[in-house]
């Protein structure tokens, strides 16, 4: 193809053709995260408990990180609608334990998102992406009151910059442990059971 070409020519266009190819294929964009953690629970609790739930989030921006890609500004990383995940999540906890009454008379349950990062390191052509996320949960009955803080923080080393499933896996990873530990947490429970 490029033998009646000068030497100059063909190296010229050989070198415009891979910078093509390669930008084509180091293009990012940001990432909004639809997450729907899986919780496994192992208790059951009164049918008839009535618990008000009330979602917070205490982040001071939406954005969780950046993708670390090269391109200026760096693609964010945003969790889409954080307190419908909140509230969808403690639902079905509960409702996994036996209680179907989501409205006010008894308990109230205020679910606070602390805390979620996203920090990447770039060493070589790697990537170490760490993840962390910080959750408070606050169960009051009366003058009775019970606060548990819950935490996660996961590491992982790329090759290259991560894709979107690689970001949506890690990410959901967290989110998933950490409200396993607020939703199982013994004397959250015994709040609930014995109150």
Known sequence: MFSKLPKYLTFTLVTLLLSVAISGCQTFNSQV????????????????TRIE?????????????????????????????????LAHTAEHALEDMGIRRFYSGEFRLVVSLVDLNYNVTKKTLKQKVDVDMKIRLQLTKGEKSYTGNYATDK????????????????????VSQTMNRAFNDPQLLDFIQFN
């Open 33 to 48: 995260l639809d997450l729907h953690p899986e919780i496994q629970v192992h208790r059951s609790l009164p049918a008839d």
């Open 53 to 85: 739930i009330i979602t917070k989030d205490l982040r001071p921006t939406e954005i969780i990180g950046f993708r670390l890609t090269g391109e200026q500004p760096n693609p964010q990383i945003i969790l889409k609608n954080t307190h419908e995940l």
């Open 155 to 174: 590491h992982q080393t790329f090759l290259k910059t991560p894709t979107e499933q690689d970001n949506q896996k890690l990410i959901g990873e967290v």
